[in-house]
């Protein structure tokens, strides 16, 4: 069993930043992939990024790369997403991913608003 908290989210302006970070519990973090997704309001939940066991590999969606950056320390069983120039469509509760074979778990979301 893994858990995951999420923080760092909160209101800022468009053109902003904001840092989340997901702390995890467990020894075996170093071996799941950890990802964000979001949700907003009445839409389903869709993908953000993703980063792969050891770091080394990471994947954006379209509509946040260039602007997000995920990242890891397996040290201190974190994982973080830097976003840059956040849009008013960036609003949105951001949940982390934790997925190793057929483990799968999930925060409980952070709120991101961004204002225009």
């Known amino acids: 069993q893994m858990q995951l908290v999420e923080s760092g989210g909160g209101l800022v302006q468009a053109g902003g930043s904001l840092r989340l970070s997901c702390a995890a519990s467990?020894?075996?973090?170093?071996?799941?992939?950890m990802a964000w997704f979001r949700r907003v309001s009445g839409k389903e939940r869709e993908f953000v990024a993703r980063v792969g066991p050891s770091g080394g590999t990471t994947y954006y969606s379209d509509s946040v790369k260039g602007r997000f950056t995920i990242s890891r320390d397996n040290a201190k069983n974190t994982v973080s997403l830097q976003m840059n120039s956040l849009t008013p469509e960036d609003t949105a509760v951001y949940y982390c991913?934790?997925?190793?074979?057929?483990?799968?778990?999930w925060g409980q979301g952070t709120q991101v608003t961004v204002s225009s």
């Open positions: 467990g020894r075996t973090f170093s071996s799941y992939a």
């Open positions: 991913n934790s997925r190793w074979g057929t483990h799968n778990y």
